[in-house]
């Protein structure tokens, strides 16, 4: 229902929003190809954007480049170290220093690890 007063507007999108906390969730698992569409569509909008900057992140970090490029060689563990999950995994690099040490952790646990937590 729009609204004439921005407050109220917001007002009105913040409490829909609080009622329903997975909507936006639920809808996009129901519509998988209208999602992938999209994401494709994204991607080629801001093609030139992600170019730069991975050339510019490239050239500051070629640490990080070269520990990604060596982990690629050694295959992944078939668990999460830390929770024992076997989906969504990932490579993490304590120090980039030493590129064929890493930890083969979920996403989440991933997540976890770069906020600190």
Sequence with gaps: MPYKDADKMRQYTRQWHAEH?????????KHPDYMAK???RNHQ??????DAYNKKFSQIHPEIIH???M???YPLDSQCELCGS????????PDYDYPDI????????HAH?????
Excluded: D
């Design 38 to 40: 999209r994401n494709k």
């Design 71 to 73: 982990a690629l060689s």
């Design 113 to 117: 690890i770069h906020q600190g937590v």
């Design 86 to 93: 076997t989906q969504n995994l990932k490579r993490h690099h």
């Design 21 to 29: 906390p997975n909507y936006m969730r639920e809808w996009c698992a």
């Design 102 to 109: 890493f930890v083969t952790c979920c996403s989440s646990c």
């Design 45 to 50: 909008r801001h093609k030139a954007y992600y």
């Design 67 to 69: 520990s990604r490029r």
